[in-house]
C-alpha cells in the first residue's frame, strides 16, 4: 500500500509548461504525479486538446488523461507584462517544457539555450516534431502524420497492398513516446544537476521517437536486405505466433518463443507429438516459411473446440496466451487497476499508472479549468524580479 505521509520524488520542484496537445501534457503531468508543482501555461481559448472530445464527464479524454494535478494560467506572450510574468516564474523554476513551433520561444526571448545563461540550474526541454534542424523540421507533425512518415503504419496492419491494408495504430503512439522519451531525459538531467549543479537541454521529437520504435525493422531490411511484411494479428518472425478463432467465435491469441514451447504446443493442444520433427515445423525458421501449412494446422483444432476447452489444452502446456478483447472487456477486466480522478463536478475511474511506488496517491489529483490558478499566480509571480536561482 502506498505510504500517506510519503512525498514525491520531485516535491519542492516547479515545472512551468509552455504546452499543448498530447507529448508535452503527457510528460509535464508524469511529472506531477511524482509530485512536481506544474504550472501549465496556456492562451484565452486554453490548450487545444480541451475541444477533442466531450466524453469524460462532458471534458476532453484526452486533456484529463495527461493534465491531472496541474495549475493552469491563461497568459499572452505578446503582451511584455505576461511575458514578463513568465520570466519571473522561469527564474524560480526547475524544468522548463514546451512543444511550440519550432523557433517560437526563441523569438520571444525564452529560447532554451538563452535560458539556461540567464538561470543556469534550469533544466529545459523541447519537444519538437522533426527536431530542430533538417530539411523536414518545419513541417506540422501531428501523431499519424509521424506514424506515417517513420514507416510505423507500414508495418502495422493486414497483409495485402494498398492504402487499405494499412492500420494507424489504435493510440496516439508517437505522442506517448515522445512525452514518456522527454520524462526520462529530464529526470536524467535532474541528476546530473544534483551532482554538477547545473542544468542541462533536452531535445526530443516524435520522428526520432518513433524511428527508435523502428529499430528492428530498420535493422531487418538495412542489413537482412527485407522488410518485414504486415501479417495482421501474426508475428512477422515467429510462428506460430498470432491469433485463432475458436468454435464458439472467441478469438485467442497464442505465442511460442521456444522450441520447448513448440513441442509441448504440439503434444498437449495439437495432441501431435510427432508434428516438431516434421521438416516443415522443426524449428522457427522452418515454420515461418511454411507459415501457412503450420497455422492451418492451429487453426483447424482451434476451430473445433470451445474457447473453454481451448484454454484449459494451453494451460496444460503451458503456452502463452492471451483473449483478443475489446475496450469494454479492458473495462472489466480482472487485472485492471483503476485510480479516482476528479473531473468536474464528478469522479471518475481512470487507469492507474503502470508503476506502482510507495508514494503514489489514492486518487489523482484534479484536472484544472482554464486559467483555474491564474489569478493566485499572478499574485505570486507579479512583484517577484526576476532572478538566478543559486
Request: aromatic share 6%.
Amino acid at each position: 500500500m502506498p505510504d500517506p505521509h510519503l512525498e514525491g520524488p520531485l516535491a519542492g520542484m516547479l515545472v512551468v509548461a509552455l504546452e499543448q496537445a498530447v507529448a508535452a501534457p503527457y510528460c509535464s503531468s508524469r511529472l506531477a504525479d511524482a509530485g512536481a508543482r506544474v504550472i501549465k501555461i496556456e492562451r484565452a481559448e486554453g490548450d487545444f486538446a480541451r475541444g477533442y472530445d466531450k466524453a469524460a464527464n462532458g471534458e476532453s479524454s484526452y486533456f484529463v488523461w495527461i493534465n491531472r494535478g496541474k495549475e493552469s494560467i491563461e497568459l499572452d506572450l505578446k503582451m511584455p507584462q505576461d511575458l514578463a510574468l513568465l520570466e519571473n516564474m522561469l527564474a524560480q523554476a526547475d524544468v522548463f517544457i514546451q512543444n511550440l513551433a519550432p523557433g517560437a520561444t526563441a523569438r520571444l526571448g525564452i529560447g532554451s539555450d538563452a535560458l539556461r545563461e540567464r538561470h543556469p540550474r534550469l533544466v529545459t526541454c523541447d519537444i519538437s516534431g522533426y527536431g530542430e534542424s533538417g530539411p523536414l523540421y518545419r513541417m506540422k507533425a501531428y501523431d499519424l502524420l509521424v506514424q506515417a512518415e517513420s514507416g510505423l503504419i507500414a508495418v502495422t496492419g493486414a497483409p495485402g497492398d494498398g492504402v487499405d491494408a494499412l492500420g494507424r495504430i489504435g493510440v496516439s503512439v508517437c505522442d506517448i513516446n515522445a512525452g514518456m522519451n522527454a520524462l526520462i531525459g529530464i529526470q536524467q538531467a535532474l541528476m546530473q544537476r544534483s551532482r554538477t549543479g547545473r542544468g542541462s537541454g533536452v531535445k526530443v521529437s516524435l520522428f526520432d521517437s518513433a524511428a527508435e520504435l523502428m529499430s528492428v525493422p530498420y535493422l531487418q531490411t538495412r542489413y537482412g536486405g527485407k522488410a518485414p511484411a504486415r501479417v495482421g494479428l501474426k508475428h512477422p518472425s515467429i510462428a506460430p505466433y498470432g491469433a485463432f478463432t475458436c468454435a464458439d467465435g472467441r478469438d485467442i491469441v497464442i505465442s511460442i518463443q521456444n522450441e520447448r514451447e513448440w513441442q509441448d504446443f504440439c503434444r498437449e493442444v495439437l495432441h501431435e507429438p510427432d508434428l516438431p520433427q516434421d521438416p516443415r515445423a522443426c524449428d522457427n525458421d522452418s515454420r515461418v516459411a511454411n507459415r501457412a501449412w503450420v497455422d492451418g494446422k492451429v487453426a483447424e483444432v482451434f476451430a473445433s473446440l470451445s474457447s473453454a476447452d481451448v484454454i484449459d489444452r494451453l494451460t496444460s502446456a503451458q503456452t502463452a496466451y492471451g483473449s483478443v478483447n475489446g475496450v469494454n472487456d479492458l473495462i472489466a477486466h480482472p487485472q485492471l487497476r483503476t485510480r479516482r480522478m476528479p473531473v468536474g463536478n464528478r469522479v471518475l475511474e481512470v487507469p492507474a499508472l503502470p508503476w506502482c511506488t510507495e508514494w503514489e496517491a489514492s486518487e489523482y489529483r484534479p484536472v484544472p479549468r482554464v486559467n483555474e490558478h491564474g489569478p493566485a499566480i499572478r499574485a505570486e509571480f507579479a512583484g517577484s524580479a526576476p532572478r538566478k536561482r543559486a
